[in-house]
Antibody, heavy 122, light 110 residues
């Protein structure tokens, strides 16, 4: 079964750091581009970041650029999101998602995890 | 990176058809046939319903269809069913490996 499982969320103070993980199973992780998408409480989906299949190319939303870093370990089938200088407005459920085509780019997200909750508050 | 514009809510009766619009700009929706749509039930993860403007993934009902004209994409759901009640989000590629989502539309089946 194709599956993505996020972990690492929690309560952190403003200015703090957190690293999210997304464990992939049921497919060849190293063949797919991956994304992080977040959803603040009661709000809509917001794209956060994207990484290519070998980790050599990354992109970010302006709101997190310079503070968040996406990375992956293909040997461990795991995607990461390092979040630094956290702000209250970063409070959200963070989803990892697979881009839809192996060995290429497809610009849509076909598999999603259930999300992990990050709360930034003092 | 601006959010795409969707109506906050739409509603319809069982068996009817509804259309949800998603308006972007010439830098995103208007430039690429790379609009996707996602359904999200409360407390659940999003589910891909339409990709590349009008293509349906395997397993998605053919009651769901997508289209695009200029800077506006649309999702149409025909033969509304109770289980279609959910939030729907559009997403477009915006160039330079970035993406934008719409603000979401709450669909109520009356």
């Amino acid at each position: 079964e194709v599956q993505l499982v996020e972990s690492g969320g929690g309560l952190v103070q403003p200015g703090g750091s957190l690293r999210l993980s997304c464990a992939a199973s049921g497919f060849t992780f190293s063949s797919y581009w991956m994304h992080w998408v977040r959803q603040a409480p009661g709000k809509g989906l917001v794209w956060v970041s994207r990484i290519n299949s070998d980790g050599s190319s990354t992109s970010y939303a302006d709101s997190v650029k310079g503070r968040f870093t996406i990375s992956r370990d293909n040997a461990k089938n795991t995607l990461y999101l390092q979040m630094n200088s956290l702000r209250a407005e970063d409070t959200a459920v963070y989803y990892c998602a697979r881009e839809g085509m192996a060995m290429g780019t497809s610009y849509y997200m076909d598999v999603w995890g259930k999300g992990t909750t990050v709360t930034v508050s003092s | 990176q601006s959010a795409l514009t969707q109506p906050a809510s739409v509603s319809g009766s069982p068996g009817q058809s509804i259309t949800i619009s998603c308006t972007g700009t010439s830098s995103d929706v208007g430039s690429y046939n790379l609009v996707s749509w996602y359904q999200q039930h409360p407390g659940k993860a999003p589910k891909l319903m339409i990709y590349e403007v009008s293509k349906r993934p395997s397993g998605v009902s053919n009651r769901f269809s997508g289209s695009k004209s200029g800077n506006t994409a649309s999702l149409t759901i025909s033969g509304l069913q109770a289980e279609d009640e959910a939030d729907y989000y559009c997403c477009s590629y915006a160039g330079s490996s970035t993406f934008g989502f719409g603000g979401g539309t709450k669909l109520t089946v009356l």
